[in-house]
């Protein structure tokens, strides 16, 4: 089972920042929190990850609570290309291997 | 750099066929993983291979199977194909860092291809 909770789907303007929440309540000291997104019929893509501190790059923003039960992944100028299933995710060691395990993700539909 | 390559990108296959399936890796990454996605089971792991060895395996029947190559290339196999195989096949690469202890690091980024949608008819 998926360590995270998100919502099921969000919407945004085109031009606005989304920001969409994660709940990571069990996660434990040394795992990463990851995102990434899935385009339909497409691999999903990598956006950005973090542990404890704030992280930002290209894409996208990552601010990780002091407590580290939740984040929210910040798409600071939403375009309709940013249109996807946006997965919040943190492996699980199974078997001598971090395993991803992704739940249902939240569905972001950027409208014009 | 080049990202991670899979071939073919969609292919039909017949009940009780093979299929194989190939996957390059970001060049520098050791650590091939491959996944399974349907829409009612969602994301699911495979297996894992580093170093031509199979470091983790999901929990799926014995009709699949994978090798991965000393250039870290990998394929993967799956024999007597039902219609429950039709799914998108993901492979995905990392760098596979291990600490002195041997342990994985929850560190390492992997990064998925494109998939192969495989339909089984």
């Known amino acids: 089972d998926a360590k995270t909770t998100q919502p099921t789907s969000m919407d945004c303007a085109e031009g606005r920042a989304a920001n969409l929440p994660c709940n990571h309540s069990?996660?434990?000291?040394?795992?990463?929190v990851y995102w990434y997104r899935q385009i339909h019929s497409q691999g999903p893509q990598y956006i950005i990850h973090?542990?404890?501190n704030n992280e930002t790059n290209e894409m996208a923003s990552l601010i990780i609570t002091e407590d580290r039960k939740s984040s929210t992944l910040i798409l600071p100028h939403a375009t309709l290309r940013d249109t996807a299933v946006y997965y919040c995710i943190v492996r699980v060691l199974s078997g001598g291997s971090y395993i991803p395990t992704f739940g249902r993700g939240t569905s972001l539909i950027v409208h014009p | 750099k080049a990202g991670v390559t899979q071939t073919p990108r969609y292919l039909i296959k017949t009940r009780g066929q093979q299929v194989t399936l190939s996957c390059s890796p970001i060049s520098g990454h050791r650590s091939v993983s491959w996944y399974q996605q349907t829409p009612g089971q969602g994301l699911q792991f495979l297996f894992e291979y580093f170093s031509e060895t199979q470091r983790n395996k999901g929990n799926f029947p014995g009709r699949f199977s994978g090798r991965q190559f000393s250039n870290s290339r990998s394929e993967m196999n799956v024999s007597t194909l039902e219609l429950g195989d039709s799914a998108l096949y993901l492979c995905?690469?990392?760098?596979?860092?291990?600490?002195?202890?041997?342990?994985?690091?929850?560190?390492?980024?992997?990064?998925f291809g494109e998939g192969s949608w495989l339909t089984v008819v």
């Open positions: 973090g542990l404890k």
């Open positions: 069990t996660i434990s000291g040394n795992e990463y």
């Open positions: 995905a690469s990392s760098l596979g860092r291990r600490d002195r202890g041997f342990r994985p690091l929850s560190g390492n980024t992997i990064y």
